[in-house]
Structures are given as structure tokens and as C-alpha cells.
């Protein structure tokens, strides 16, 4: 089962993904947590590149393949072996990264970025997607107060909001697999969403 978290900024996915992590393996699951974009040597120096803070004048089509490359060395070599080892993967952001970032957030044409992700990931995609869904001012003031600036966070918030509608459109056209989950809350009480969203789902398989 792969499960991919998403959200803006400072949205708390990394600490989620800790949380839920604990308590599948205390259940029993075996449990892989991975990053995006990252993962792999090479996908660890593609991160590099994108997260840098200098000006490199990279065009959004170009950051869109960038992004996908990373996933489509990770998805081959780390994700699809864990998934068939009877893993649950658990994923700091997936494709749906590039089309609310690149996408809703840039302006890329979706159907050009729904082309490269195909290409990248094939039929490996999310089972669920938990995206945690807050008010860009608060992620980033959440950021700015943990010191982790990158060049992304660094746009203004006209294009965090856009990211945010881009997230909830897309949540909106798949209800059945995206569950939106209220991020402005406490830590604990995020876990306790998840959770609850999550075993009827846990129980099924
Ligand atoms: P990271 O430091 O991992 O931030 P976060 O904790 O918010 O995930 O940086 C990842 C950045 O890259 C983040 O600003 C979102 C952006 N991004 C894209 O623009 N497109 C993508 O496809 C992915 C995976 C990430």
C-alpha cells in the first residue's frame, strides 16, 4: 500500500509521516518512509539543485522534469521493491507535488506534467493521499520560525495560495482516495484524524 501525504508548507507532513510510522510498526506492518524529491544518490543531488536558494534560472518546464526524474529513480529502485516486499510506503509528497507546484502553482499546462509523471511512475501511484490543508500565511510563518527557508518557500503567497486551491481542486476530483485533513490543528490531534481515516481502510485489506 502506498500512501502519500501532501500539503503546503509547514503543513507538518514529515512529523505525520513519524507518527504514523510508529504506530503501523507497533501494529505489526512493515513499515518504509520516504522523500520526495530525494531518496536515491542521484535523487539526493537533483534536490540539491532544486532546493537551491541562488536564482538559477530554471524554467518550470525544466523543474518539472527535474521533479520527475528524481521520482522515476526512486520509484524504480526504493518504492516499487518495497511495495512488493509487502511494504507500506509512506510518502513525503508524490506526483501530485508537480501539479499543484509546478502546475496550479507555475501555470505548466497539466496535461503536459500528466504526461511526464506517466513516463516517471507508470501505474505505481498513491492508493491514498492524505493532503494536510492550512492557510499558506500559517505554514510558512511555521517554517520561517524552524529556520528551514528553501527557494520554493521563498515565492511570494500569492503562489502558495494557488498551490493551495491547485490542491484542494485535485482532492476534489478523486474524493475516494484524497482525504483532506485539517492541519491547522495540533500535532496530536492530526495523528488522531489520520487514524481514524486510515484503519477502516487497514481492517479491509
Ligand atoms: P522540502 O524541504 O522537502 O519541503 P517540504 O517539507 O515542504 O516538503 O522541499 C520540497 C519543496 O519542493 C517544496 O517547496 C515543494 C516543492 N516540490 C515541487 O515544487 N514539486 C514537486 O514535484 C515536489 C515533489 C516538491
Known sequence: ???????????GKGTQISLLQKYLEEKGFEVLSIIEP?????????REILLNKNDLGLLGITEAFLFSASRAQQIRTVTRPALESGKIVLSDRSFYSTYAYQGYGRGQSLSTLEKLTEIAV?????????????????????????NQFNRLDAEDLNFHQKVREGYL????KDEKRWKIVDATKSSK????EILSLLEPLLLSK
Open 169 to 172: 481542486d485535485l482532492a476534489k
Open 1 to 11: 500500500m502506498l500512501i502519500a501525504f501532501e500539503g503546503g508548507e509547514g503543513s
Open 122 to 146: 507508470g501505474d505505481t501511484k498513491p492508493d491514498l493521499i492524505f493532503l494536510l490543508d492550512l492557510p499558506p500565511e500559517m505554514g510558512l510563518a511555521r517554517k520561517r520560525s524552524q
Open 38 to 46: 530525494g531518496g536515491t544518490k542521484v535523487g539526493e543531488l537533483i
Open 189 to 192: 490531534e492530526v495523528h488522531s
